[in-house]
């Protein structure tokens, strides 16, 4: 196990512990101080645990991504961005947290640690509340911008509590870490089953619905004339498909990934250049491997140098390491597509991965350049204009 990988576990599970120590134990301190009033209990459950989800996401989303959560992590190996060993490491150390949550609290408030829910949260009502809560939370985070999700997570869970029946779970690991209370925040191990299944399911149509959301310009399959980007030696390009020096000059393509701020400063540069490029989202319907060797090879890099070293699922199989061929990767990347580095993008005078953002000015004309002026990205560097 590498450092990363350590790093990433120690996360989510730190993350999970405090989030369902926010949780039960502001449901206790309410319940305590409440006076028997429940929504007063329940305003204060909410603030405390939306407090807590902003914080926790800031400080842990930079190590693991901050999912806190099996569905969110089924729904990111669903989209080839965890490896099946991470995914079952998450989970079991996101399960570990929630537990260690629940008796942390307990120990807190001199309670006994040990001991189960008796409140019953049963009902096609509360089903349909945690599918629509789940659902709801997946499309914040697969649709938000990345630089506010903690803030989008902690907003939408805040106003969740109170808009569904089941106050919002949302979270097959904080079902096991409140089974474990028999406090406020509570839920009776009979009902756990149905909160799971509703969940997972929700989980699986907030995805559904991310995809479906994607506009006609962001194409879940490459056009046939991006891909094949060059050619062997002595091969005729077929009337059909324009070579680089053809085609328009704004005629660009981004292979972009929009929970990544360097891809989404580099496709706001080109379209503040007057480029509408064609957006082909590769985490959602990834290149096969023919396509990502025409890619590479366009590129002029090596097959490794076009890879996220930086991801987990790269050092746990030291992918690094010489057994690796060049075929043997692009199997690879094309299985997991996380793997490949990004945003690489295509125009007629070059194909570049474009790290840091402004290396596509290289691929601009000057009078794109121009156009394009000085750009200030997310995070407030400046792009100074060009000369």
Same mark, same amino acid.
């Given at each position: 196990?590498?450092?990363?990988?350590?790093?990433?576990? @120690?996360? $989510? +599970?730190?993350?999970?512990?405090?989030? @369902?120590?926010?949780?039960?134990?502001?449901?206790?301190?309410?319940?305590?101080?409440?006076? &028997?009033?429940?929504?007063?209990?329940?305003?204060?459950?909410?603030?405390?645990?939306?407090?807590?989800?902003?914080?926790?996401?800031?400080? +842990?989303?930079?190590?693991?991504?901050?999912? +806190?959560?099996?569905?969110?992590?089924?729904?990111? =190996?669903?989209?080839?961005?965890?490896?099946?060993?991470?995914?079952?490491?998450?989970?079991?150390?996101?399960?570990?947290?929630?537990?260690?949550?629940? =008796?942390?609290?307990?120990?807190? +408030?001199?309670?006994?640690?040990?001991?189960?829910?008796?409140?019953?949260?049963?009902?096609?009502?509360? =089903?349909?509340?945690?599918?629509?809560?789940?659902?709801? !939370?997946? !499309?914040?985070?697969?649709?938000?911008?990345?630089?506010?999700?903690?803030?989008?997570?902690?907003?939408?869970?805040?106003?969740?509590?109170?808009?569904?029946?089941?106050?919002?779970?949302?979270?097959?690991?904080?079902?096991?870490?409140?089974?474990?209370?028999?406090?406020?925040?509570?839920?009776?191990?009979?009902?756990?089953? &149905?909160?799971?299944?509703?969940?997972?399911?929700?989980?699986?149509?907030?995805?559904? @619905?991310?995809?479906?959301?994607?506009?006609?310009?962001?194409?879940?399959?490459?056009?046939?004339?991006?891909?094949?980007?060059?050619?062997?030696?002595?091969?005729?390009?077929?009337?059909?498909?324009?070579?680089?020096?053809?085609?328009?000059?704004?005629?660009?393509?981004?292979?972009?990934?929009?929970?990544?701020?360097?891809?989404?400063?580099?496709?706001?540069?080109?379209?503040?250049? &007057?480029?509408?490029?064609?957006?082909?989202?590769?985490?959602? #319907?990834?290149?096969?491997?023919?396509?990502?060797?025409?890619?590479?090879?366009?590129?002029?890099?090596?097959?490794?140098?076009?890879?996220? #070293?930086?991801?987990?699922?790269?050092?746990?199989?030291?992918?690094?390491?010489?057994?690796?061929?060049? $075929?043997?990767?692009?199997?690879?990347?094309?299985?997991?597509?996380?793997?490949?580095?990004?945003?690489?993008?295509?125009?007629?005078?070059?194909?570049?991965?474009?790290?840091?953002?402004?290396?596509? @000015?290289?691929?601009?004309?000057?009078?794109?350049?121009?156009?394009?002026?000085?750009?200030?990205?997310?995070?407030?560097?400046?792009?100074?204009?060009?000369?």
């Amino acid at each position: 196990m590498t450092g990363q990988v350590r790093a990433s576990l @120690l996360a $989510e +599970f730190l993350g999970t512990l405090g989030l @369902l120590t926010a949780v039960i134990g502001s449901g206790v301190m309410a319940q305590q101080l409440s006076q &028997g009033n429940n929504a007063v209990a329940l305003l204060a459950n909410t603030l405390a645990t939306v407090c807590a989800l902003y914080v926790l996401i800031a400080v +842990f989303a930079p190590i693991s991504g901050a999912h +806190f959560n099996p569905a969110v992590s089924l729904v990111m =190996w669903l989209r080839g961005l965890l490896s099946w060993r991470m995914l079952v490491a998450y989970v079991v150390v996101q399960l570990l947290g929630a537990v260690g949550g629940a =008796w942390l609290v307990h120990a807190m +408030f001199d309670l006994p640690v040990l001991q189960l829910s008796s409140r019953l949260r049963d009902g096609p009502d509360q =089903w349909l509340a945690e599918g629509v809560a789940t659902a709801g !939370l997946l !499309l914040v985070i697969l649709r938000g911008p990345t630089n506010q999700i903690a803030v989008l997570v902690a907003a939408y869970i805040g106003a969740a509590y109170w808009f569904t029946a089941s106050t919002s779970f949302a979270n097959p690991a904080a079902v096991m870490g409140r089974m474990l209370s028999d406090s406020f925040a509570g839920i009776n191990p009979s009902s756990a089953p &149905g909160f799971v299944v509703a969940q997972l399911v929700g989980a699986v149509i907030g995805l559904a @619905l991310h995809r479906a959301l994607q506009t006609q310009t962001h194409l879940k399959t490459p056009p046939l004339t991006t891909i094949p980007l060059t050619t062997p030696p002595h091969t005729t390009l077929p009337p059909s498909t324009p070579s680089l020096d053809q085609q328009p000059m704004n005629k660009v393509t981004i292979y972009h990934n929009p929970s990544c701020g360097t891809s989404r400063n580099t496709l706001a540069m080109l379209e503040r250049a &007057g480029i509408a490029p064609t957006v082909v989202l590769y985490l959602d #319907t990834p290149l096969d491997v023919a396509q990502l060797r025409a890619l590479i090879s366009a590129m002029n890099v090596r097959v490794r140098e076009a890879m996220r #070293t930086k991801e987990s699922l790269y050092s746990e199989q030291d992918m690094g390491g010489a057994q690796w061929t060049d $075929e043997a990767l692009l199997l690879q990347i094309a299985k997991h597509p996380i793997l490949l580095n990004r945003p690489v993008v295509q125009s007629p005078l070059g194909v570049k991965l474009c790290r840091p953002s402004e290396a596509v @000015l290289a691929l601009l004309t000057p009078q794109q350049q121009r156009q394009l002026g000085a750009f200030t990205k997310e995070d407030g560097q400046l792009v100074p204009p060009t000369q």
